[in-house]
């Protein structure tokens, strides 16, 4: 789960976004000249000047290493909000920042070299090549760089083995499952050791079965690679399952952003508090947050003994309730250094199950 995963080193964002806007239309300088000014709405800017708000106002940063997840409804501008982070769109408005450098101030050549050598995306439609064998297609981006054919076939090999399809580097994209030909897209972004992923619903076309393993594999690699990863998805489940930090959009803007286990636990609106409705708490929500002090505790209580039973701040709330079956003291909540922070009682979980039920 993401609340185990190891935490950035640095607070220094590796993605930063603030105050994006795309405009579809014709008009679009018009248009966002009068959003601005005057405020209209997404339905008037498209009845007054035939133009589309794709995304409104967006400000975000992702950390190295963090996986962050965007999601929303179709049409709320989170596949539009990812293009603009390598320019495959450019913004109407705003800025872009990838681990320091100004992505809006790249000329062609310059944007060019940043997306070879500094980002890749896997798409849900796989996209690779029909006519190159599956190692041709890892090698892609290495060949455009234009490292040397032996050099780019043994890096294609090792992201083959990573992904584990050892063996099908010489069949081709047709011969494959739509599963493995998605661990073909994910091999060859890899290969190039970008600095950043950027992954849009790449799992979503896929059988549930197979969408879950690749999410295992998905949060192995990340744990062991440390890549900054921006992933879209219209799938909470699958949000809540690999995201360190969710961002919820609706209609092109960002309603909320947290963590999973605070965007379950505390929606910002009803919006979101629908989105979240269906969501077992038993997997998102950790100790930490059910806790309450110690102090506060035996001051109700009495002085706590320390015969306690313990369970780790990062515990999922099911792994809470096993260990509180059958006890009749509150477990202890420690850190990974054995060190008391809080405790949580019996009602304490009880009172989190039954409003994660009433949502």
């Known amino acids: ?196 992923l950027l992954m849009d619903e790449p799992f979503s076309a896929l059988d549930p079965l197979i969408r879950r393993q690749l999410q295992n594999q998905f949060m192995a690699l990340s744990e062991r690679m440390h890549k900054t990863t921006v992933f879209i998805t219209h799938d909470l489940d699958e949000a809540v399952r690999i995201g360190d930090r969710i961002a919820i959009m609706r209609d092109g803007r960002l309603i909320q952003e947290d963590t999973p286990e605070n965007i379950v636990m505390r929606p910002a609106d009803s919006y979101v508090a629908d989105f979240v409705a269906g969501i077992s708490r038993l997997k998102v929500v950790r100790a930490h947050a059910v806790m309450r002090g110690i102090a506060e505790f035996e001051r109700e209580h009495g002085a706590l003994g320390g015969d306690c039973p313990q369970c780790r701040e990062d515990d999922a709330l099911s792994a809470l309730i096993s260990a509180a079956i059958g006890q009749d003291k509150p477990l202890v909540v420690v850190d990974h250094s054995g060190a008391r922070l809080g405790v949580v009682t019996t009602a304490d979980l009880l009172q989190t199950v039954i409003e994660g039920a009433e949502t």
């Open 1 to 196: 789960m993401p609340a185990s995963r190891a935490k950035p080193e640095t607070d220094e964002a590796a993605i930063r976004v603030a105050n994006a806007w795309k405009i579809f239309g014709a008009r679009e300088r018009e248009a966002f000249a009068r959003i601005r000014s005057g405020g209209i709405s997404k339905q008037e800017a498209l009845e007054k000047y035939n133009c589309v708000i794709g995304v409104a106002d967006v400000s975000f940063e992702v950390l190295p290493g963090q996986i962050y997840c965007v999601m929303g409804l179709s049409g709320s501008g989170k596949s539009t909000l990812v293009r603009h982070i390598n320019r495959l769109l450019e913004p109407t408005d705003g800025s872009i920042h990838v681990n320091g450098l100004d992505v809006m101030q790249l000329e062609p050549k310059a944007l060019q070299e940043f997306r070879n050598r500094h980002i890749a995306m896997v798409f849900q439609n796989f996209a690779l090549m029909p006519h190159r064998s599956v190692l041709d297609n890892i090698a892609m981006p290495l060949e455009i760089r234009g490292v040397s054919k032996n050099r780019r076939l043994q890096i294609a090999e090792q992201n083959l083995e990573m992904v584990d399809l050892s063996g099908w580097g010489n069949k081709f994209a047709h011969e494959l499952s739509g599963g493995m030909q998605q661990r073909i897209g994910l091999a060859r972004a890899l290969a190039s050791d970008p600095d950043i």
